[in-house]
T-cell receptor, first 116, second 115 residues
């Protein structure tokens, strides 16, 4: 069975600085998708960025980018020029490319604090 | 932007009672999901639903749980006889497709408290 691990329960960053959130996963599959979701306090989870495992190029969405290391099964999220609105819980998630359900497997989450 | 909406935001129920959690997915979405998050723990998959039937369910989703799409817009999760350990935040999600490049859109969640 696949697992996702986020080893940093909490992180903090100074506004305008860069922070990296870690995520590792375990799978025997070769084709899958990885996601980072953001959950602001009392709000729904919003997709931040996604990565297809078959793509070598790291995904980028504005200030958010990932460092995808397939051999190491690592998928970290880098937030550049951090803003106060980035403060939230961040979840890393895995989805198999096989099967027909779209089930997401989540990590434990990392709470990001942004200091002004 | 269309959103997934969930009601109620907070539900308090006596142990042993039935509870129904409601969700309105995004209108052109075809795949629907329920997840739960016990306080301090991971978000866990419960069930996925497509074409009026369950596509996959986890071991958590036992006979006490059921889902249905009664009227083409709502998507409900019913727990027949609630237990204390059912206390959690329940998230509904929907997607246009099950393909990995189609994101799941989540609702705000329903906090279920079993007394």
């Amino acid at each position: 069975a696949q697992t996702v691990t986020q080893s940093q329960p909490e992180m903090s960053v100074q506004e305008a600085e860069t922070v990296t959130l870690s995520c590792t996963y375990d799978t025997s599959e070769s084709d899958y998708y990885l996601f980072w979701y953001k959950q602001p306090p009392s709000r729904q989870m919003i997709l931040v960025i996604r990565q297809e495992a078959y793509k070598q190029q790291n995904a980028t969405e504005n200030r958010f980018s990932v460092n995808f290391q397939k051999a190491a099964k690592s998928f970290s999220l880098k937030i550049s020029d951090s803003q106060l609105g980035d403060a939230a819980m961040y979840f890393c998630a895995y989805r198999s490319a096989r099967g027909n359900t779209g089930k997401l497997i989540f990590g434990q989450g990392t709470t990001l604090q942004v200091k002004p | 932007e269309p959103e997934v909406t969930q009601t109620p935001s907070h539900q308090v129920t006596q142990m042993g009672q039935e509870v129904i959690l409601r969700c309105v997915p995004i209108s052109n979405h075809l795949y629907f999901y329920w997840y739960r998050q016990i306080l301090g723990q991971k978000v866990e998959f419960l069930v996925s639903f497509y074409n009026n039937e369950i596509s996959e369910k986890s071991e958590i989703f036992d006979d006490q749980f059921s889902v249905e799409r009664p009227d083409g817009s709502n998507f409900t999760l019913k727990i027949r006889s609630t237990k204390l350990e059912d206390s959690a935040m329940y998230f509904c999600a929907s997607s246009q497709d099950r393909a990995g490049n189609q994101p799941q859109h989540f609702g705000d969640g329903t906090r279920l408290s079993i007394l």
